[in-house]
């Protein structure tokens, strides 16, 4: 009998809305407004039945297997569904890390996607949904991919929207990351309260882009150039390119990304980042529906 096996994409994401407020709740956690959507970028994860849990990647990703969110992700599903604990799962990877994007908790929501598609299981059950939770407050986001508006600390949904697909995208990363922790220390020693989503809201709700890019907003992208000044060069670089609605940084950075007028816009901006300022960069999408299953 052929062993079952299953290949998925593991989408980055971009905040359109990042709103941290001060203080920390009992957790130690900010509460936050997040607005996630989807990006055509992403990692590759494969899953085929084992008699072991096993993790290997193409890159080296700084921790030990066992650490890693898409092998806990799987350790912790299959304790919660009662399952026998024997994959093995290969994740190439084409998201940066510590850039913002997702990458690690990309990779764990399409490790419950995939075992729980293996097993004919609800992705969406509610005991996925708190193994996702328990991992990480934005891995539940990845479970669907649909713009989505969290808040609590980032891991409570509070609205979906229409899909948004095929915003042309390009993405810069300097050559330095930026720790989250870090990010959110020094934030702390300047917090200030964030703006409201709602204009956000109302252009994911329409489906403007040309909206969407007016209303980006990140009040965490100071704490994070404070670190990392560099990151201010490329947001300011990256906003005067032509072609570019607007930039911001995404998450806790180091990644920059601008929504772009077209897709020949954004291959121009990446190329030109390549090749004149040496930075990491990328031209790409947002998903649409569907998008994850290869």
């Given at each position: ?84 604990s ?23 929501a ?7 598609t ?16 328990s ?8 479970l ?5 508006w ?43 309260e ?58 806790s ?25 040496k ?16």
């Open positions: 009998m052929a062993l079952q096996q299953i290949e998925l994409l593991a989408p980055a994401k971009l905040n359109l809305h990042l709103g941290i407020y001060p203080g920390r709740d009992s957790r130690g956690y900010h509460k936050a407004d997040s607005i996630m959507i989807g990006l055509q970028l992403a990692d590759r994860v494969h899953i085929c039945e084992s008699d072991e849990l096993s993790l290997t990647t193409s890159v080296d990703c700084g921790v030990a297997p066992e650490r890693n969110t898409a092998f806990r992700a799987a350790q912790r599903l299959c304790s919660a569904l009662d399952k026998p024997g994959c093995a799962i290969h994740i190439q990877k084409n998201v940066p890390s510590q850039a913002g994007m997702g990458g690690a908790s990309s990779d764990a399409s490790v419950l996607l995939g075992l729980c293996l097993w004919g299981i609800d992705p969406l059950e509610e005991r996925v949904i708190e193994v996702a939770r991992i990480g407050a934005d891995v539940p986001f990845f669907t991919m649909a713009p989505a969290l808040t609590g600390a980032g891991d409570v949904l509070a609205e979906q929207f229409p899909f948004m697909a095929n915003v042309p995208v390009a993405l810069v990363r300097p050559n330095v990351g930026v720790s989250t922790v870090e990010a959110y220390r020094e934030f702390d020693a300047y917090a200030t964030p703006a409201s989503p709602a204009a956000m809201c109302e252009a994911l709700r329409a489906g403007d882009a040309a909206a969407v890019a007016a209303h980006l907003y990140n009040n965490l992208e100071p704490a994070a150039n404070r670190l990392a000044p560099v990151t201010a060069d490329v947001h300011e670089w990256l906003a005067a390119q032509p072609g570019v609605l607007a930039a911001q940084m995404t998450g950075g180091s990644c920059i990304f601008a929504i772009c007028e077209s897709d020949e816009a954004a291959c121009v901006v990446a190329k030109n980042a390549e090749n004149s300022k930075w990491w960069s990328c031209a790409t999408r947002t998903v649409g529906e569907g998008f994850q299953f290869c």
